[in-house]
């Protein structure tokens, strides 16, 4: 770096964002390409998690946004450390991991993640986390907001009807019991109501590639991803 006098902003050459609709595999095929390149995974969505997940141990109103705020601004003591590859939260020495995926934190959640002055402070930290390199981030708005000068930006697409079926057989797997067009209404929802909260951008970050994974396993559409990374890495290289 800094050999061959280039103008792009070179820090993110080696960052990969990702993002797309709910229950499109964003996770899964984030952290198997993460993985597969030895950078770091992180899970965007964890620190909005995080973040609501305190609020409601300490019993701040979260449908008050200036309460959020100011909680946020005074009480967070953010740590971040990487375990296994994967950018892991921990809050007064706690590290966090199933909490965060309670049925109450992910109901909550969106309601805190739509307050602007939350999205600028978080989209700041995961910058953050990338500017170092070598790592993927994955969320809503990666793309668009947090690393828009990533080398390698992708959506991953899925009509509701296919995530709403992988959903499904990801329930049946965990053994429980669900009807499939309930799990399609909670899919069509979410959608409607990420969209509607400014979670979901309308539109594209110029650049990005698109990948319908309607007939992809995880794993393929990791394989297409690593095969887009380094296309681009090639195209870069001078020397
Ligand atoms: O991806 P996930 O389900 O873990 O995300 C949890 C919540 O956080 C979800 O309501 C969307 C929100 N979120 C967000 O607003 N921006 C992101 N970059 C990632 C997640």
């Known amino acids: 770096p800094g050999m061959t006098g280039r103008v792009h902003d070179s820090r993110f050459d080696t960052v990969i964002a990702l993002d797309g609709p709910s229950g499109v595999g964003k996770s899964t095929v984030s952290r198997l390409v993460a993985r597969r390149l030895g950078f770091v995974f992180v899970n965007t969505g964890d620190m909005y998690r995080a973040l609501t997940w305190k609020a ?12 959020v705020v ?8 953010w740590k971040f450390h990487v375990h296994e590859g994967v950018l892991k939260i921990r809050l007064d020495g706690r590290e966090l991991g199933r909490e965060l995926r309670s049925e109450r934190v992910s109901l909550a959640t969106p309601i ?9 402070c978080l989209r700041a930290l995961q910058r953050q986390a990338a500017m170092a390199g070598r790592a993927v981030l ?23 009807e296919e995530r709403a079926k992988r959903r499904y057989h990801q329930h049946l797997s965990d053994g429980k019991r669900v009807k499939f067009e309930s799990i399609k209404k909670a ?6 109501r ?15 590639i698109v990948l319908d994974t309607s007939h992809l ?23």
Do not use: C
Request: glycine share 6%.
């Open 217 to 239: 396993a995880l794993h393929e559409v990791a394989d297409q991803i690593l095969k887009l990374y380094w296309r681009h890495h090639r195209g870069r290289r001078t020397s």
């Open 70 to 77: 100011r909680f946020l601004n005074k009480k967070m003591d």
């Open 194 to 208: 990420e969209i509607n909260m400014n979670i979901m951008p309308k539109r594209r970050s110029p650049g990005t």
């Open 138 to 160: 994955e969320g809503r708005d990666t793309t668009t907001h947090v690393v828009p000068k990533a080398g390698t930006k992708i959506f991953l697409d899925a009509p509701v």
């Open 112 to 120: 805190v993640a739509r307050i602007p002055q939350v999205r600028l």
């Open 56 to 67: 409601l141990e300490e019993g701040v109103s979260i449908r008050n946004p200036k309460s």
């Open 187 to 192: 899919v069509e929802t979410r959608d409607a």
